[in-house]
T-cell receptor, first 111, second 114 residues
Framework: ELKVEQNPLFLSMQEGKNYTIYCNYS?????LYWYRQDPGKSLESLFV?????AVKQEGRLMASLDTKARLSTLHITAAVHDLSATYFC???????????FGKGTSLLVTP | GAVVSQHPSWVICKSGTSVKIECRSL??????MFWYRQFPKQSLMLMAT?????????EQGVEKDKFLINHASLTLSTLTVTSAHPEDSSFYIC??????????FGSGTRLTVV
């Protein structure tokens, strides 16, 4: 069974600060996905990481993937309130198979 | 980009009635459709996987007679919650997978059973 673990599950941070969310998974996979979910909404795709060493950046968010360590990180730079949301990482064991989700990290950015 | 239209966005139904949720891929062919449910402040739980023209594969603990999934075409999949009860109240999300499109999520359906 593929397990995906995120930490922390809850994160309260001040505006302007940096922080990293970690995502570990239990089996070999070269594909990792990051999503954002706002309250009452569905998932918004942030990043798709498809190879070892992949790094992608969008605005204040940067994601990376280390398939050997089975670890992905989502780094937040100079957080702003608009980043407050729940962030999920997900892994599939093969293309077209169901995504396995972490429990999510609930992020609150405060002034 | 790829779009999956999910309807309705929210529905309130009486206990014992059935509700149908529809997911339609608008600009690509969805080879596979996944159905998830999400309880408040929890992650997404996979309910079932369906391939066009085949019977759905249900996850352990999901009643296939209660959650009927139909994937009649490459662009349409439906989830019918039969004889709904308050404990079925949840947020249901579909996800379509297509070659060259990856995973695309619907906007979700908030089901409340009263």
């Amino acid at each position: 069974e593929l397990k995906v673990e995120q930490n922390p599950l809850f994160l309260s941070m001040q505006e302007g600060k940096n922080y990293t969310i970690y995502c570990n998974y239990s089996t070999t996979s070269d594909r990792l996905y990051w999503y954002r979910q706002d309250p009452g909404k569905s998932l918004e795709s942030l990043f798709v990481l498809l190879s070892n060493g992949a790094v992608k950046q969008e605005g204040r968010l940067m994601a990376s993937l280390d398939t050997k360590a089975r670890l992905s990180t989502l780094h937040i730079t100079a957080a702003v309130h608009d980043l407050s949301a729940t962030y999920f990482c997900a892994v599939d064991i093969n293309s077209g198979y169901a995504l396995n989700f972490g429990k999510g990290t609930s992020l609150l950015v405060t002034p | 980009g790829a779009v999956v239209s999910q309807h309705p966005s929210w529905v309130i139904c009486k206990s014992g009635t059935s509700v149908k949720i529809e997911c339609r891929s608008l600009d690509f062919q969805a080879t596979t459709m996944f159905w998830y449910r999400q309880f408040p402040k929890q992650s997404l739980m996979l309910m079932a996987t369906s391939n066009e023209g085949s019977k759905a594969t249900y996850e352990q603990g999901v009643e296939k007679d209660k959650f009927l999934i139909n994937h009649a075409s490459l662009t349409l999949s439906t989830l019918t919650v039969t004889s709904a009860h308050p404990e079925d109240s949840s947020f249901y999300i579909c996800s379509a997978w297509g070659y060259n499109y990856g995973y695309t999520f619907g906007s979700g359906t908030r089901l409340t059973v009263v």
